[in-house]
């Protein structure tokens, strides 16, 4: 069967634009405040074949749609959606790799500029007439120069990072589960390992129970005084708490955050601290990207009930093949 106005998806919460355009012209679409089933009747439950969204969709809700085939997640991070249930019960999870990768990667440098050289810091100077009052901004104590990277989650966005801070003339070194092929930067098995031998941690790696808190006091103490922390993964990967210890005590020099465990409750103790630079998860967010982005949510559908395959299922997913008689080739 193709994509066609027979097929329902839902779309729960806010989903950007262009993904809520592209998915209209093809599907019958059907929309819902957020992911509680409760709001929803039973035949309406019943309809839904799809689900595209950027929130949390958790086992009750998939549970909830007894139809359900596929969930496209906007977004190449879908920690927000219980895969591993969906995969066990025969659903289709799709997300968005590679379409974002150099935005992030691009703005992670940024983050990392900012928090080294104090530039939103030196803007705010000027802006406020502080350059005509009281001259110059001080010389910044951090600088790239003579730094050496390390990368927590060397995946596709890591990739695009370790490549450009190449390019910067900096050493990189990463931590992963394993080792990565086809790569020359030094692996480290362990992140505190990784933290010991770098003075600038980048962290792009995926939020879930198994990196939780991964960066810890621990790790932070590991990096030093001199040390700087980006993330642009997830904010679950970090315990705030201790990040915001260690940049108002000195057991590092500074951070750039673009993510945080409870979006966007930022914790007082990181809006308090001025070593830190922080945006609000901007990561992937220019036109061109989250256009991109939201073409793949589309287009997943579109193949998912067109030739009954997706273009990017994640892993938990892979074995997943559609219920339904498929079109002959
Ligand atoms: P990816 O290609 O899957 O890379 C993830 C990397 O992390 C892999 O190399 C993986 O290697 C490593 N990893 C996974 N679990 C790990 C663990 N428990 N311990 C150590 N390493 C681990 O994903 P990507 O496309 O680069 O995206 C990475 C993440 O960036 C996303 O999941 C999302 O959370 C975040 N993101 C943020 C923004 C933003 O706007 N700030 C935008 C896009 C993505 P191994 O499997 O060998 O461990
Ligand atoms: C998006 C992201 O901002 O892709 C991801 O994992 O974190 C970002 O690109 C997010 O998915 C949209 O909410």
Known sequence: ????????????GRLYEHAVARISDAFDVLSVERADASLLPEAERARVRGVAAMTRIDAAFIDALPNLEIVANFGVGYDAVDAAHAGAKGIMVTNTPDVLSEEVADT???LLINAVRELPRAEAWLREGRWKSAGDYPLTRGSLRGRSVGIFGLGRIGLAIARRLEAFGLPIGYHNRRKADGVDYTYYPTLVGL????????SVAPGGAATEKAVNREVLEALG???VFVNIGRGSTVDEEALAAALADG????AGLDVFADEPNVPEGLLKAENASLLPHVG???VHTRRGMAALVADNMVEWFGSGRALTP???TQHVAPKRALPSR
């Not at 057991?251 to 500074?254: F, H, N, R, W, Y």
Request: overall charge negative.
């Open 1 to 12: 069967m193709a994509a066609s106005k027979d097929v329902t998806i839902l779309i729960p």
């Open 108 to 110: 992670a440098v940024g």
């Open 195 to 202: 933290a010991r031998n770098v003075d600038t941690l980048v």
């Open 225 to 227: 005084p001199e040390g």
């Open 251 to 254: 057991t590092i020099m500074a």
């Open 284 to 286: 992937s967010a220019s």
């Open 314 to 316: 994640v892993p938990e």
